[in-house]
């Protein structure tokens, strides 16, 4: 069991125990009565429409009219259902609301709701397998631990169970893009490759050795970070030399034009670079 199942275990005890004693405080045979199951169960019921009543006034607002307290109000609402009984068939519809209404709470009021929100899914999946809101539990618990929480062993660990309870939902896909074959990856061998060649050797005078893109043979260019391209042997060396192996191609062949591109202009510290010159011809 998660730390969030068994917070929302623990509110869920205290409040049993304050609904227990006021019941106790009652009459003998009056405290049967509103003890009975039935009984609690039609007073959840009937708690469970208060709740959805108040919900919807306050959905009838604009997100950003709605306060904090007004959010509390409904989410007490709710969760008084399933503290007047655990058994009530509403409560899984008021536990999944309690968990939305707290990721909106997140979205408006400071993020702490989301972990709230997140411990509230984790205990309607724990505590009602089969309630219809699984699989929407299970995948708005990953988002929130991915997205909200930054939780991605969590997430990779809800997409997971949810890929084997689920194999053939709907959400497939979603789930797949969430959960990348790399983060499925078992690393099984591992090696720190040190590549000397990896970073080139600015040696003073170095440049005079590197020949242009012409060469000495007719209908023979070069190209390659080694040649003179005004760039270290880089990539962006790579590709200017490309471009200056294509205008000397055309070049030979009476098309001259110039195909190389532009530095994109200096930012930040490399601007106050002295005599930056970036082309090389
Ligand atoms: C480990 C490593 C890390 C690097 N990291 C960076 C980096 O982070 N950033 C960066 O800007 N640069 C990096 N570089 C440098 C960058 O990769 C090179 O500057 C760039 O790839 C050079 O491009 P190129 O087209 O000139 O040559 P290459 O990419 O080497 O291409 C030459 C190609 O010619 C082929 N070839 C060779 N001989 C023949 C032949 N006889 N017949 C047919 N084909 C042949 C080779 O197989 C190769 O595919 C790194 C280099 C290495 C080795």
């Not at 708690?47 to 919807?56: D, K, N």
């Not at 058994?87 to 899984?92: L, S």
Request: overall charge positive; charged content about 25%; glycine content about 6%.
């Amino acid at each position: 069991m998660n730390w969030g199942v068994k917070n929302i275990h623990k509110m869920f005890a205290v409040a049993s125990l304050g609904f227990a004693l006021t019941v106790a405080a009652l009459p003998g045979r009056l405290a049967a009565e509103t003890n009975h199951p039935s009984v609690k169960r039609e007073a959840a019921a009937s708690q469970f429409a208060r709740a959805e009543e108040l919900r919807e006034l306050l959905n009838s607002k604009s997100p950003d009219q709605r306060s904090l307290s007004e959010y509390k109000k409904v989410v007490a609402g709710y969760q008084r259902v399933y503290m007047i009984t655990p058994h009530a068939t509403e409560v899984p519809d008021a536990v999944f609301a309690v968990a939305e209404l707290n990721t909106e709470m997140g979205d408006h009021f400071g993020r702490s709701y989301y972990q709230t929100a997140a411990d509230t899914y984790a205990y309607l999946i724990h505590d009602y397998p089969s309630s219809k809101h699984l699989q929407d539990a299970m995948l708005r618990l990953a988002s929130l631990e991915k997205d909200q929480l930054g939780d991605l062993a969590a997430s990779t660990k809800t997409y997971q169970d949810f890929q084997k309870k689920f194999p053939h939902s709907s959400h497939k896909r979603e789930v797949q893009e969430a959960l990348p074959a790399a983060r499925e990856a078992r690393l099984v061998k591992f090696t720190v490759v040190k590549e000397v060649a990896a970073t080139f050797s600015p040696a003073p005078g170095c440049d005079r050795l590197r020949p242009g893109a012409r060469s000495p043979i007719a209908n023979l260019y070069l190209a390659g970070d080694w040649t003179a391209t005004g760039w270290p042997a880089t990539m962006e060396g790579a590709v200017r030399s490309g471009y200056l192996a294509a205008e000397a191609v055309l070049g030979g062949d009476g098309k001259a034009q110039t195909l190389l591109r532009d530095d994109l202009p200096a930012e930040g510290l490399s601007r106050r670079w002295p005599g930056k010159q970036s082309v090389v011809r």
